[in-house]
Each structure stands twice: as C-alpha cells, then as structure tokens.
C-alpha cells in the first residue's frame, strides 16, 4: 500500500461519524533489526478534525516556540489523536474506519513534552 | 471511544517517526554524500485498500521509499502508477536525520537515472564536460 494514498482520508467510527482526517502515520522503529536499521513497524495514524496538513512536529512535544507558529498550529489540529493499527477496521480509498471501542492516544510522544 | 479532553499517553520504545514529518520530502544521500532523489512517498506492507484487517494482524512494516514523476500529480491532484514509481528499499537506509542516508551506493539505483541520463547523453557531450574544471 502506497502512503499517500491514505494521508488526507476521511475517519469514520464504526457508527460512521466522521472524526476528521490522516493527518500522519507514525512509525516505531522496534522491529527486528535491519541490515543498516531496525524495521520501521506502522505504530498507528494521527487523526485531526480540522486539517490533514502536516504538524511540523509541535504535536510530538512541548515546543512552543517560535510562539505565532506553534499556536497557530495547535490550534489548526485541535482535537487530533493517535489511532493505534490494532483500532484500524477497515483502510480504504474513501475511508478509513476504526473498531469498535478503539481508543484515542494523544499524539504527544509522552506527558514530560520532550521527544 | 475516550476523546482527547483527557488524552491517554502511548509509551513506546524505540525511536517514533512521523511519515510527513520525518520522511516525505527529505533529500535522500548515498553512502558517500552525494544526493540521489527526495522522497515522494511511502510503501507499507499493508493489505490492499478496502479489504478488511482481521484483529490481530500484524502491523504492517515501511518497505520502501517512492520515488518518481510526481511534478505533474502534485500540481494536478493524483499520483503516478505505481508501476512507475521507483522504489529505495528499507532495509538500504542507513539514518534518517535532516537527510536521509544510505547506506549504499547511489549509482546503481534507478532513482537518479534522469541525472545519469543527462550526464553521459548532453553534459558528456559539451567540450570539458567530461573532466573537473581546471
């Protein structure tokens, strides 16, 4: 499956209501080691309400400068959770929906706000 | 589903990276420094679209990085055939940082057969073009 043609798709529950759009895919990098790098294993997708435009990163962490850009910013993807692969239904071309009972991660790495 | 007002924190090992942040668009350079293309997209091991994930399904792995005519789709919407994509395997990255590095050769890709082309069909062909300026 080729990435973009999921990054910008709609997200539906399995009620179908719309929760916004693939704003990203994370990546974990603790797969079984490569032949240069460990394998990058599908950790889930980040999911925004109100845009499907990149985040620049200030979702990861707490970084909250330049102050203008990361306000902005936090705005633009207010909302946006991280959907694990486990809570993934269905991936299609219109939608991707999510499982029954899936949980919303924040999309910030952990609560301390460094990377 | 538990909404985001009181967002649970996922932990995990290993270094996270975010397709559009990391990845897409990043200078790929070979092994020894010299830039072979940007990438264009991704390839996961993922099943087709529309075909339904069984609960338990492993998660898909990142298999390559896409490279290829995409001047055209970017400006027009869409993407090129997947048959004319040109594909960097994983396993021959070597770092991801503000660049992203191989650890092989860029010469034998087809990644840069466009700058390959121009060198040895035109650049070739200029008086002086085949040695370093003097």
Redesign the interface.
Known sequence: ?????V?GTPVH?PAGLRLGRV?????????PP??????????GL?VSPHSAS????YE?TGLARPWPIAHLLRWRHR????V???D??????DTVRL?E??????P????TGNE | MKTARQPKYLRTPGRTLDAQLHLLDRQVLDVDGVPVTTVDDIEISAPPPETPIPAGTPAPTLTALLTGPVLGTRIFGGRPPSSRLIRIPWRDVADVGVVIRLGVRGEPLDADWVERWIRDKIIARIPGGRHDPR
């Open positions: 499956m080729i990435l973009g043609d990054l529950d704003a990203d895919a994370r990546f974990t990098m603790n797969g490569g032949q240069l790098l460990a394998d990058a294993r599908l950790l980040i990149s985040f620049l990163g990861r909302g946006s959770f991280l694990l692969w486990a993934i239904d269905t991936i299609g071309t499982r009972g899936f949980t919303a991660y924040s910030a790495l952990n609560d």
